[in-house]
């Protein structure tokens, strides 16, 4: 049985009966006890040093004298007198004097923080998590400083520090790609409207210089002909001047709140897409009456309708139907919703692909019609900038995108 155990000397007590042997079995108690304590003292991980009060070291233990290559602690005193003559200074570690304080005064003054202590062995500088107790041991008061080694975790902070700042990094690039990825598309819409747009007036002019040099090779030109032909040139050309102005304005972002007739937006749209729809013999549908008044972001509304209008387009690419609808519903909740619903009849989009359509890149088209980002774009901007939702379902013959967010924008 151990000898820390009381009943061994309680036990012998009555069957020794002598004082001398008591006196020598206390003796030996005491010895054992001062040698566990010693062990666990000595068996602690951490370096653990005693303070008398807050100057002189008074004790370390075995963690202590191997972390410094000491034998004993009067080695380790006929050098040094405190464990901070080892702190390294550096901003967010604990050096000697902390704001006019003993590092253990200040360790102790700011229990809710986390203290740390850079050391050197050899060329290698550890962290230290660091704390302090005070004891009283009869009038003195020890001070005992727990120095916890936590280079490696800290190793491994950085490590997750640096790739977390990587990962944001390289996310917010990918976001700079995608945006311009976005915008690309935008313009690319924008070039294809224009192109559709110029397509009359460039033919108008052509007719007229044409005309021009029929009559001049005939010999009937006359100067009056010559100044309506460049009355007439000059006019299509300031027309055309003004689409590109146009299309550049109703492009160009402008991230403000504004009060708009929903229907207007739509009015815009149909203005700037009318010709490339004729052309595909595509109609698009709205109620032109609509009161909606509402108060959001106007363009980047009409980007994402562009965008659905566009893809709905697309999807009637090689069919050929009696009728290639795009109806446009516009509504008005009871709470204040406003919903708006896209929906063509182009034979909807595959299930399997259902999941993947808002993906970046995530494209049916071939290379060069489509990049994927389209619908990624618009989620974003119905999630992020209206602060609503947006869904896609399958009707009987075609695909429906319905757009719900609050009349009245709240950031
Ligand atoms: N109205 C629709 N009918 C059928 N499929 C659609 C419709 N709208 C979108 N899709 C499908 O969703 C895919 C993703 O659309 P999204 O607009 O994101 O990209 P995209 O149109 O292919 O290319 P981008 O818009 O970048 O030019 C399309 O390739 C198509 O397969
Ligand atoms: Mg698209």
Known sequence: MSLLNP?????????????????????????????YQKAIFDGQPNIIVANFNIQTLCDGNRAFLDFFGYSDVPSFLAE??????????????????????????????????????????????????????EVHIENDKINIASFSDITELEGYKKTLEERIKSEVAENLNKDRI????????QMGEMLNMIAHQWRQPLNAISASAISVSMKLELGELEPDDIREHLTYIQWRVQKMSQTINDFMNFFKPDQEVQQFRLNDVMKEIESLMRAQLQARGIRLHYDSRSPIVMSSYKKELAHVLINLIANARDAYEGKHLDAKPIEILLAQGEDENIHISVRDRAGGISPENMDKIFNPYFTTKDQGKGTGIGLYMSKRIVCE???????AVNTESGAEFIITFKNKYIS
């Open 385 to 391: 900038i209206l602060k609503g939702m947006i869904e």
């Open 7 to 35: 009943k061994v000397l309680m036990g012998d007590h009555n069957d020794l009966g002598s004082k001398t042997t008591q006196l020598h079995m206390l003796n030996k108690r005491l010895e054992y006890t001062q040698k």
């Open 80 to 133: 040094h007198e405190c464990i901070c003559d080892f702190f390294i200074e550096r901003e967010g570690y604990l050096s000697t004097m902390m704001e006019g304080k003993n590092w253990i005064e200040y360790v102790k003054d700011n229990p809710g923080y986390s203290h740390y202590v850079l050391m050197k062995k050899g060329d290698k500088e550890h962290v230290f998590s660091v704390s302090v107790n």
């Open 178 to 185: 995608l945006h311009n990825q976005s915008k690309s598309v």
